[in-house]
């Protein structure tokens, strides 16, 4: 089992950045592919991006890609999300989600462990 715990949210202005965090404890962590998952008001929940448990393999929504950047460091358990040039259309809560076998997945479903999400607001 694995506990995931995400910050780094907060509002910011249109155009700025924002860079969100996931602490995780419990089994090791490097086991684990990673993704990040958001759902705004009034919507379903979407995969935003997604890496492998080496961080050599990363995919990314096409809303975000180029924006957007997911790392990891294992040393430490905890996965980031950096958001650069932000767009209103990005406020949402941000979740991690961690699955076991550290394959990347843009699947909801493949994942079993999630966090309690962190809101990001963007003004225009």
């Known amino acids: 089992q694995v506990q995931l715990v995400e910050s780094g949210g907060g509002l910011v202005q249109a155009g700025g950045s924002l860079g969100l965090s996931c602490a995780a404890s419990?089994?090791?962590?490097?086991?684990?592919?990673m993704g990040w998952f958001r759902q705004a008001p009034c919507k379903e929940r979407e995969f935003v991006a997604t890496?492998?448990?080496?961080?050599?393999?990363?995919y990314y929504a096409d809303s975000v890609k180029g924006r957007f950047t997911i790392s990891r460091n294992n040393a430490k358990n905890t996965a980031y999300l950096q958001m650069n040039s932000l767009k209103p259309e990005d406020t949402a809560v941000y979740y991690c989600?961690?699955?076991?076998?550290?394959?990347?997945?843009?699947?909801?479903?493949?994942?079993?462990?999630w966090g309690q999400g962190t809101q990001v607001t963007v003004s225009s």
């Open positions: 989600a961690a699955r076991a076998g550290g394959v990347e997945s843009e699947r909801q479903d493949d994942y079993a462990h």
């Open positions: 890496i492998s448990w080496s961080g050599a393999t990363s």
């Open positions: 419990g089994r090791a962590f490097s086991n684990y592919g």
